[in-house]
T-cell receptor
Framework: NAGVTQTPKFQVLKTGQSMTLQCAQD?????MYWYRQDPGMGLRLIYY???????DKGEVPNGYNVSRLNKREFSLRLESAAPSQTSVYFC???????????????FGEGSRLTVL | SQQGEEDPQALSIQEGENATMNCSYK?????LQWYRQNSGRGLVHLIL?????REKHSGRLRVTLDTSKKSSSLLITASRAADTASYFC???????????FGSGTRLQVQP
């Protein structure tokens, strides 16, 4: 049982390049999330998908797009990378909860992106 | 914007001592959760406390929640060197679909 798997683990881009971060979960969770983590700022939500076929913006969506390819996979795309997008990106998933609640999140190991 | 704010930002203690971390938040919540992150790794869920609960225990962890003060605390008793990590509180805000994380407390437990 792998849990949440992110690829790649490390990536260096030049300003203006594009790339896609891949995320897959094998826990049959409905909800999936992309967060970024910067020093001293904790985690900030980029996008989330409450269920297959739906996506919603989080706190810092500018410069990113997402695709919920199926129930297992949720990808994050940087169309034109900028140095401000240098960060560690975490994918997470969770079960749906009654009443719209959110239970435990399961995180991947992170993707460390540097934009030069 | 950050919802939970942890205090202190960093904490250094000796093995065997207790560690207390605090979290304050601003809005109404459904639940509050604590996560641990070892250096260079992903976050791992520790404990969830619902808005109608005041205290919860899990092994050496004790979490309290005071919704009137919009604050929570995480107590780790009899700390071990292996407890060295960053600890984050996260809130499920009423009306939001995802968790909002604080900036974390870095705990160093000296052997």
């Amino acid at each position: 049982n792998a849990g949440v798997t992110q690829t790649p683990k490390f990536q260096v881009l030049k300003t203006g390049q594009s790339m896609t971060l891949q995320c897959a979960q094998d826990m049959n969770h409905n909800s999936m999330y992309w967060y970024r983590q910067d020093p001293g700022m904790g985690l900030r939500l980029i996008y989330y998908s409450a269920s297959e076929g739906t996506t919603d913006k989080g706190e810092v969506p500018n410069g990113y797009n997402v695709s919920r390819l199926n129930k297992r996979e949720f990808s994050l795309r940087l169309e034109s990378a900028a140095p401000s997008q240098t960060s560690v990106y975490f994918c997470a998933s969770s079960e749906s909860q009654a009443g719209g609640n959110t239970g435990e999140l399961f995180f991947g190991e992170g993707s460390r992106l540097t934009v030069l | 914007s950050q919802q939970g704010e942890e205090d202190p930002q960093a904490l250094s203690i000796q093995e065997g001592e207790n560690a207390t971390m605090n979290c304050s938040y601003k809005t109404s919540i459904n639940n509050l959760q604590w996560y641990r992150q070892n250096s260079g790794r992903g976050l791992v869920h520790l404990i969830l406390i619902r808005s109608n609960e005041r205290e919860k225990h899990s092994g050496r962890l004790r979490v309290t929640l005071d919704t009137s003060k919009k604050s929570s605390s995480l107590l780790i008793t009899a700390s071990r060197a292996a407890d060295t990590a960053s600890y984050f509180c996260a809130t499920k805000d009423t009306g939001r679909r995802a968790l909002t994380f604080g900036s974390g407390t870095r705990l160093q437990v000296q052997p």
